[in-house]
């Protein structure tokens, strides 16, 4: 992208999120427009992430979290659920490359042992080939739901006050923040961008 087609050419660089977070909905619908089939849509929003992780680094932002399966994806049909599996794995096979060029570190929030056993170990091949990465992190969020992670952490927050380790006082938001499962990473920065189409 050049720099007069760049909308945040202008933006002072402070303001820019270390933080970007992006729900990748609307392949199914882009395809119908077209008249395509499901399954082309899936694969043009897989090419797109190289464009979207090829772009934070330039300007600055340091976590890029996709948000690409839920927990409501397992309502789909079951066959366009095996080609999302098959075409995360392709990704994860073919971009490791790209992902180790420009030293992006890889993971995944959700719950992940909820996968396909053959999924599991290919995010767990990534997630350890990137693990000195340090240029910026790619986080993947598969088999996720908010209530989920909201669940998730409150059941390790009670077990820790269970177990003496936390007490009542000790509980605000900052201290629940720390079980979420980006508790490790800087909060999604908010910007907002009118749509240069």
Same mark, same amino acid.
């Given at each position: ?29 882009? /395809? ?97 080939? *990137? ?7 790619? *986080? ?22 269970? /177990? ?12 629940? /923040? ?17 749509? *240069?189409?």
């Amino acid at each position: 992208m050049s720099e007069t087609n760049n909308p945040l050419a202008d933006v002072p660089a402070d303001r820019l999120p270390k933080h970007v977070a992006i729900i990748m909905d609307g392949n199914g619908r882009w /395809a119908k427009e077209r008249g395509l089939p499901r399954r082309r849509g899936h694969q043009e929003g897989a090419k797109s992430v190289r464009a979207v992780v090829e772009a934070c680094q330039p300007l600055g932002i340091e976590y890029l979290t996709l948000y690409a399966f839920s927990t409501e994806n397992w309502k789909r049909p079951k066959r366009e659920i095996n080609f999302l599996m098959a075409l995360l794995q392709r990704y994860l096979a073919n971009e490791l490359s790209t992902l180790m060029e420009k030293n992006v570190r890889f993971r995944v929030i959700g719950r992940v042992d909820g996968l396909p056993a053959a999924v599991q170990k290919a995010i767990a091949q990534t997630v350890e080939a *990137c693990a000195n990465n340090t240029a910026g992190t790619l *986080c993947l969020a598969l088999n996720y739901g908010a209530r989920q992670e909201i669940t998730d952490a409150a059941k390790a927050m009670a077990q820790d006050v269970a /177990a003496g380790r936390v007490s009542l006082d000790e509980i605000d938001e900052s201290a629940f /923040a720390r079980y979420l499962y980006t508790a490790d990473m800087p909060d999604v920065g908010r910007f907002r961008m009118r749509s *240069c189409m």
